[in-house]
C-alpha cells in the first residue's frame, strides 16, 4: 500500500525542483550576462560557430522547458488522482501500479506492462 501523504511530499518537492530547474533555463535562455561581465567588446555574436552553438543551446534549452512543462502537468495530474482516489490505478488497464514504480515516478499514469505497450506502438508521424 503506498502512501498517500509520502506521496503528496515527494510530488510537491519534484514541482519545486522542476521549477527551479525552469528558472535555470530561463535565466540561460535570456543569457542575463552582460558583455562586460563575460569579457566580450559587444554582445553582438557573428561568428557561424558562435551562433549555431547558441541555435544549439536554445533549442536544447527549449526541448528541456517543454519536458518539464509536461512533467508539471503529470505532477498537477497526480494530485487531481490522488483528490479523487484514482493514484495508482492504471489509466489504461484499471490494475493497481506498483508501489515500487509510483516511488520512482510518482507521476505516472500507467502501469508497467501499459506503459511497455505504448512506447512499442508505431509513432505517427506528423506528415501521414
Not at 502512501?3 to 533555463?25: A, G, M, P, V
Not at 495508482?88 to 502501469?111: D, F, Q, V, Y
Request: glycine content about 6%.
Amino acid at each position: 500500500m503506498i502512501d498517500l501523504d509520502e506521496q503528496r511530499r515527494f510530488l510537491e518537492k519534484r514541482r519545486n525542483d522542476i521549477l527551479s530547474q525552469e528558472k535555470s533555463i530561463r535565466t540561460q535562455a535570456l543569457g542575463e550576462l552582460s558583455p562586460e561581465q563575460t569579457g566580450e567588446i559587444s554582445g553582438a555574436r557573428l561568428h557561424p560557430a558562435d551562433l549555431g552553438s547558441d541555435t544549439q543551446e536554445i533549442e536544447t534549452l527549449e526541448t528541456l522547458s517543454e519536458r518539464n512543462i509536461q512533467t508539471l502537468r503529470d505532477i498537477d495530474d497526480a494530485f487531481e488522482r490522488i483528490e479523487s482516489g484514482t493514484y495508482g490505478i492504471c489509466a489504461s488497464c484499471g490494475n493497481t501500479i506498483a508501489a515500487a514504480r509510483l516511488k520512482i515516478l510518482p507521476e505516472t499514469r500507467l502501469c508497467q506492462q501499459c506503459e511497455i505497450q505504448l512506447e512499442q506502438l508505431p509513432s505517427k508521424s506528423p506528415l501521414g
